[in-house]
């Protein structure tokens, strides 16, 4: 079956420490996404990519990094840079028509030690 | 900038009755998307339902609907004949015409809980 597969489930970050959330799909979307998610609020765009190789900055891109190297990847860096980054990550996907719905993972909770 | 606005926190309704989620947004852009998302306990986002602006007719997916009113940039959603499994969070989200990419501003959301 086709869909978005997010690692780690949970993810424990040390001060200091990089680290990197992955997200895969095999629904051959061009487009990919990264949301934050934390309790009472609504989902915030940290990047996005329309095609490999490119991405643009979302809302909250201070803090994270990504790379597009392959159509079906779009992993997320949490650098040591952000300082708050206890929150629920969700990856996302989109066909590149416009406006077409967004397919969502189930999500990594990162949380700090 | 667009912004989303879901002014209920919490609500709770019965078992086989009716209810209705209230979302505003902000936007100069005339053409534009509008979307009810479903996180259920599993934490997963499920798309419940997709309003385009240029349509005058109000979206429909089975027991849910929606009452868009484009002048008044209100987006509700009603649920009917409500069901244990609607409990969740749920998410207004709007996306204007400007580009390839769906980037989606979101509300705060609504949690509902539904009650024997």
């Known amino acids: 079956d086709g869909g978005i597969t997010q690692s780690p489930k949970y993810l424990f970050r040390k001060e200091g420490q990089n680290v990197t959330l992955s997200c895969e799909q095999n629904?051959?979307?061009?487009?990919m996404y990264w949301y934050r998610q934390d309790p009472g609020q609504g989902l915030r765009l940290i990047y996005y990519s329309q095609i490999v190789n490119d991405f643009q900055k979302g809302d909250i891109a201070e803090g994270y990094s990504v790379s597009r190297e392959k159509k079906e990847s779009f992993p997320l860096t949490v650098t040591s840079a952000q300082k708050n980054p206890t929150a629920f990550y969700l990856c996302?996907?989109?066909?590149?028509?416009?406006?077409?719905?967004?397919?969502f993972g189930s999500g990594t909770q990162l949380s700090v030690l | 900038a667009q912004t989303v606005t879901q002014s209920q926190p919490e609500m709770s309704v019965q078992e086989a009755e009716t209810v209705t989620l209230s979302c505003t947004y902000d936007t100069s852009e005339n053409n534009y998307y509008l979307f009810w998302y479903k996180q259920p306990p599993s934490r997963q986002m499920i798309l419940v339902i997709r309003q385009e602006a240029y349509k005058q007719q109000n979206a429909t997916e089975n027991r849910f609907s929606v009452n868009f009113q484009k002048a008044a940039k209100s987006f509700s959603l009603k649920i009917s004949d409500s069901q244990l499994g609607d409990t969740a969070m749920y998410f207004c989200?709007?996306?204007?015409?400007?580009?390839?990419?769906?980037?989606?501003?979101f509300g705060t959301g609504t949690r509902l809980q539904v009650t024997l």
């Open positions: 996302a996907s989109s066909t590149r028509a416009l406006n077409e719905k967004l397919l």
């Open positions: 989200a709007f996306t204007a015409n400007t580009g390839t990419a769906s980037k989606l501003t």
């Open positions: 629904l051959n979307h061009d487009a």
